[in-house]
């Protein structure tokens, strides 16, 4: 297969970037859309809320299972392959869900969009930062703004449907469509071949020393897994946090949330253009890890109206910008040969975070709230911490080009 080794080589994988992200925008959807048509799913199945929770339920489950099996897979077969059997199983879903005559084929459909999220993960990332290798942040936190720009807009177009008495079931036949013709698309496009360092050229960072799996790799473990649980912490929590101890009506506290959603946002779209050229990933966990440290603290130690809105968005923004693709982006940096095998171990992780996190400040909360957000500050500090060893082991494993020194490098690079 063709590599990436130049800038035409990047621009000629573009319209398969595009066909990722669209596929991303979808992806956002398809994690809400079991959630946002609740009352008319629980009503076709003759259940009520518990029994969507448990048909939820099997999104976590299908990703659990399916994703360190799809990363080996990806990194044999190719992304596009992953890719694709991702945009299948979303087809399947989609079209499968408003037809689906009992809860229990609708949980197997439910399981299969976990699957489905699991293999544009393991073929999505990979797949970007072998597009874009000397803009492989860039791109890969780009894909965070498409998810949230999926999860924006599809509850509008669900609440379209209520409004004009419309069939719920246009919410998953239009989605499912569209991914057919995604799907088309995807093989039409051509992709870059799987190699990993030397695939750029000179012209990027090279391997001077060899990274090991139980440091770099096990270190951006941990700092993936904390960042996801500092701004999950915030996502949950702030508006009972703000009622509580800063002094906010019980109204004025739910818009904490926006706040966060605004500095979440914001990040992305800031570090897409600073992680083009200005800074390197490690550069922007590291800053992100601080802010994230002190937003914490000082909403623990003085929260009122104004800091619990202000922290609100300085965890959207430092916690929840895309932080954790950062952290995908890092570690193949570090394990290029390995790069869906590592992003699925790291995402793995992701998810059982996801699920100790809620039983942790569920218990934490029985006895004061703020216990919950002293755990975010402890988190907020192991993912700074965790940021501070990966930067250092960054400049020792490569050296940096001449021609691409960034942003504060001529001090620490290629000592």
């Not at 059997?85 to 459909?109: C, D, K």
């Not at 051509?190 to 990993?196: D, E, H, V």
Request: hydrophobic share 55%.
């Amino acid at each position: 297969m063709t590599k990436p080794n130049s800038a035409a080589g990047s621009t000629s994988f573009l319209v398969a970037a595009i066909g990722i992200y669209v596929a991303y925008f979808l992806h956002g959807a398809s994690v809400i859309a079991l959630a946002q048509n609740m009352s008319a799913l629980a009503e076709k199945f003759a259940t009520d809320s518990a029994g969507i929770a448990y048909l939820i339920s099997g999104i976590g489950l299908g990703r659990l299972v399916t994703i360190l099996f799809f990363g080996a897979l990806s990194d044999k077969f190719g992304r596009r392959s992953m890719i694709l059997l991702g945009l299948v199983l979303y087809v399947l879903f989609f079209l499968g869900i408003p037809y689906s005559p009992n809860l229990t084929i609708a949980f197997i459909l439910a399981f299969c969009v976990g699957a489905a999220n699991s293999a544009i993960d393991t073929g999505g990332y990979p797949a970007m930062i072998e597009c874009f290798p000397k803009a492989s942040s860039s791109a890969v936190i780009l894909l965070k703004a498409m998810v949230s720009f999926g999860q924006m807009l599809y509850p509008m177009c669900v609440s379209f449907l209520m409004v004009s008495g419309l069939w719920y079931g246009w919410a998953f036949i239009v989605p499912g469509a569209i991914l057919i013709v995604l799907s088309l698309f995807i093989i039409k496009c051509r992709f870059p071949g799987t190699s990993g360092s030397g695939a750029a050229g000179a012209d990027v960072p090279q391997m001077r020393a060899k990274p090991k799996m139980m440091l770099e790799g096990l270190v951006a473990v941990v700092f993936g897994v904390c960042a996801f649980s500092t701004f999950y912490v915030v996502a949950v929590w702030m508006p009972r946090y703000a009622a509580a101890f800063g002094g906010m009506t019980e109204a004025e506290s739910l818009t904490t949330i926006s706040y966060y959603s605004i500095g979440s946002l914001v990040c992305v779209f800031a570090f897409a253009y600073l992680l083009k050229s200005k800074v390197r990933s490690v550069w922007a966990m590291t800053l992100n890890g601080l802010i994230a440290c002190v937003a914490s603290a000082v909403l623990y130690l003085y929260p009122s109206p104004f800091v619990c809105t202000a922290g609100a968005f300085l965890i959207g923004f430092s916690a929840a910008g895309g932080i954790l693709q950062l952290g995908v982006a890092g570690m193949a940096e570090f394990f290029p040969d390995s790069k869906a095998k590592v992003t699925s171990v790291y995402m793995m992780m992701g998810g059982l975070a996801n699920f100790v996190i809620p039983l942790a400040t569920g218990y934490l909360s029985q006895i004061s709230i703020r216990y919950v957000i002293l755990l975010d500050f402890g988190l907020a500090v192991l993912t700074f911490l965790s940021a501070i060893y990966l930067f250092k082991r960054y400049y020792a494993v490569f050296r940096i080009p001449q021609n691409d020194l960034r942003w504060g490098e001529r001090a620490v690079a290629n000592k």
